[in-house]
């Protein structure tokens, strides 16, 4: 059976991509068409669809282009990759977590006398920075 080939703006909606998003990919080594006819025009078989929406997939849990290429590379395995990813996540969840206890902390201040101890907030700031 013959693999059914698909213009980059209709495997681009199949995949949930935009062909801007498509052609960023291709540029960055991710997602290469299977086909480029002699006009320049790109062409993506059923088979790419599961590449893409890995790629949207990973993207959305903040894989950067280059750790998606190393899973892709297979030098870094699927598990071990969100296992990493997931620590990010979490060490960035932590940082919000603080900014969000200092801003609430500044709005008791303001409710309570109108004045913010900003020394304290440079200093929960500072924590925030040497954490990242």
């Known amino acids: 059976m013959k693999n059914k080939l698909f213009k980059s703006s209709d495997f ?29 025009y790109c062409f993506y078989s059923e088979k790419k669809l ?16 280059e750790q ?8 870094m395995s699927i598990k071990q990759s969100l296992m990493y990813q997931k620590r990010l996540l979490t060490e960035k969840r932590m940082e919000l977590n603080l900014l969000i206890d200092a801003i ?5 201040a303001v409710e309570q006398n109108d004045a913010i101890d900003w020394e304290g907030m440079e200093e929960i700031v500072r924590f ?5």
């Open 12 to 40: 681009g909606r199949l995949a949930g991509m935009t062909k801007r998003a498509l052609r960023y990919y291709r540029e960055k080594g991710i997602l290469e068409p299977d086909y480029i006819n002699h006009e320049g």
């Open 50 to 65: 599961f590449e893409a929406r890995q790629i949207s997939t990973l993207r959305y849990l903040e894989f950067s282009v």
């Open 104 to 108: 609430e902390r500044m709005e008791v």
């Open 68 to 75: 998606i290429k190393e899973i892709q590379k297979n030098d």
């Open 128 to 132: 925030t920075k040497r954490a990242s």
